[in-house]
């Protein structure tokens, strides 16, 4: 599976902002999809994950209430919408791919990752 991140830029905080992550592949309806963040000098974070049906999700608290992720297996692509972004959501946003059953956060349990996508709120 390849996975290509976009949809990233710069944005107003308060504003919204639409990641895409568009994967290769037949077996894309199998994986559960997660999304990472990375901010400079800090280690990679866990943002949100979605099953491999779309029917649950599970996000870091801090994006609880503004983030949504979903996807659509017909289009092989999962989506990361930031609603009213703050600037401590700054950072290179990963989607990824993981084989694993249930929520999974730990990025370990991810196989395959996209190439990122930056993120710049301005306040």
């Known amino acids: 599976v390849q996975l290509q991140a976009s949809g990233g830029g710069l944005v107003q905080a308060g504003d919204s902002l639409r990641l895409s992550c568009a994967a290769s592949?037949?077996?894309?309806?199998?994986?559960?999809m997660g999304w990472f963040r990375q901010a400079p000098g800090k280690e990679r974070e866990f943002v949100a994950v979605?099953?491999?049906?779309?029917?649950?999700?599970y996000y870091v608290d801090s994006v609880k209430g503004r983030f949504t992720i979903s996807r659509d297996n017909a289009k092989n692509t999962v989506y990361l919408q930031m609603n009213s972004p703050k600037p401590e959501d700054t950072a290179v946003y990963y989607c990824a791919a993981s084989r694993t059953y249930g929520v999974v956060t730990s990025p370990s349990n991810y196989v395959y990752w996209g190439q990122g996508t930056q993120v710049t709120v301005s306040s």
């Open positions: 592949g037949r077996t894309f309806g199998t994986y559960a």
């Open positions: 979605i099953n491999w049906s779309g029917s649950v999700t």
